[in-house]
């Protein structure tokens, strides 16, 4: 019995080499000598043409996204030394800080033209675009390196966050108080020193900033300053400077939305969201400086994810 089996071995392995041959040979039909037009249309003659950039270096993704998990530890948490406060440098640059300062010129002086157009209105955009430069202005007196307007912050950041509070409705004292705002702010900008009491101490940032118009201000800077600007690597190359500029400050409102004052800021799943919104900030500014667009597009995908994940439990 144990010969016969011994015996048939030899026979199913020939058996078997023979039924893989066969299936190897199995005809297949010729690539025709051209094809047809509404195939050339869908698919590139060579696909790696279209590529943008150079090839992902995935181990540059993975150190990137382990450095923006160590790059700011929280205010307050057990990492961070209070003594030397939060190092906002590691999230904003001082140029971005000033830069966005000027930037909000322009747009507000539209708004104080007429106390009709105030009234109608324009007394809603300058509650947030006060309440933006008095979060900045914030910021910018606590900075742990050289900004412009650093001796004068916090005062600046108390007065616009006051401006800000009163421009809930459209009054002609708000409206007074509007005017006399933007004009400091031109003042300011072109080297002139603005009048402003000193600063109070131990003033919270509930005095400084509601957290609505920060919220606005970080919806805008997802959807209409970075989502947009990174569709695909051309597109990242080409807007790399403005999509750096939003990405540091989205790192800073999701920082500034844990300090002590605003609402839930020690409620741990609030702050897990926010973390999560500031590191992946920290991780697109830096996928932008290593022009990885793989690294940006999964930066971009955790800030949406921390975005709708707490508004679907906080709103």
Not at 22 to 37: Q, V
Not at 124 to 141: I, K, Q
């Amino acid at each position: 019995m144990n010969r016969t089996l011994l015996s048939l071995l030899p026979m199913a392995a020939i058996w078997c080499g023979v039924a893989t041959a066969d299936e190897a040979a199995a005809p297949r039909a010729k690539p025709p000598a051209e094809w047809p037009r509404d195939v050339r249309e869908v698919f590139f003659d060579d696909a790696r043409e279209q590529l943008v950039g150079s090839r992902p270096n995935y181990g540059e993704v993975a150190a990137a996204a382990k450095q923006a998990n160590s790059a700011a530890p929280l205010a307050g948490s057990e990492t961070a030394d209070a003594s030397q406060g939060f190092a906002w440098s590691k999230l904003v640059t001082a140029d971005v800080i000033e830069s966005e300062i000027k930037r909000q010129l322009t747009p507000l002086q539209p708004l104080v033209a007429t106390p009709a157009t105030f009234k109608g209105g324009g007394y809603r955009e300058c509650r947030n675009r006060f309440t933006w430069l008095a979060t900045l202005f914030a910021v910018a007196g606590d900075y742990d390196d050289s900004v412009r307007w650093k001796d004068s912050a916090t005062a600046l950041a108390q007065l616009y966050g006051r401006a800000g509070a009163n421009c809930k409705v459209g009054t002609d004292q708000s409206f007074r108080e509007s005017e006399l705002r933007v004009q400091d702010l031109a003042d300011l900008i072109r080297g002139g020193r603005p009048t402003v009491d000193d600063a109070q101490p131990d003033v919270g940032w509930d005095r400084i900033a509601d957290r609505s118009p920060l919220m606005r201000r970080m919806e805008a800077c997802l959807a209409e300053g970075i989502s947009p600007n990174a569709s695909d690597g051309r597109a990242l190359s080409a807007n790399a400077e403005d999509l750096a500029h939003e990405a540091q400050l989205m790192a800073l409102m999701a920082e500034v939305i844990m300090q002590p004052g605003f609402d839930y800021y020690d409620d741990e799943s609030y702050r897990g969201h926010s973390t999560q919104l500031r590191d992946a900030a920290v991780a697109l500014t830096q996928a932008i400086e290593l022009e990885n667009f793989a690294a940006a597009r999964e930066a971009i995908g955790n800030m949406e994810k921390a975005c709708s994940n707490c508004h679907d439990e906080w709103r």
